[in-house]
């Protein structure tokens, strides 16, 4: 029996070419992930789902930060949202990390920010080192 990847290619494409329903480029059948059934390819390229990724990333991120108060809670700091990180309260509490999580599930990332401060990258690193969560209690 061929094997999925095997079946994948041949399944897909009639010449080993796809057409990308984002970009609309025809381009070999390697630039295209197997889809969630892991017969057939997906439709949309490689490049053009990393792209939508880091865009839901980073919309993701600005709509975080601006629910948690749009800057740092110890400084102030509000220049770049990518500065800014979410820190636990009470990391035996965490549910779960923010990176990789399911973006478009807001109410478990809202349930999850209740135990979170919003603090840039210095003070965060801050907070680690010298173990001072007296600053935000």
Known sequence: APSNLLVASTVAT??????CR????DKSDSEFFLSSNKVNLDRICKACKHTRQQERRHSFKVWLVEYMGGGCEKCGYNRCVFALDVHHRDPSKKEFEFKGCDLKNKTRVI???E??????????????????????E
């Open 14 to 19: 009639k010449y080993g070419m796809t057409t």
């Open 115 to 136: 135990n979170c401060h919003l603090l840039c990258a210095t003070c965060h690193r801050e907070v680690h080192h010298m173990n001072d969560r007296l600053f935000i």
């Open 111 to 113: 349930k999850e920010l």
């Open 22 to 25: 984002i970009c609309k480029e």
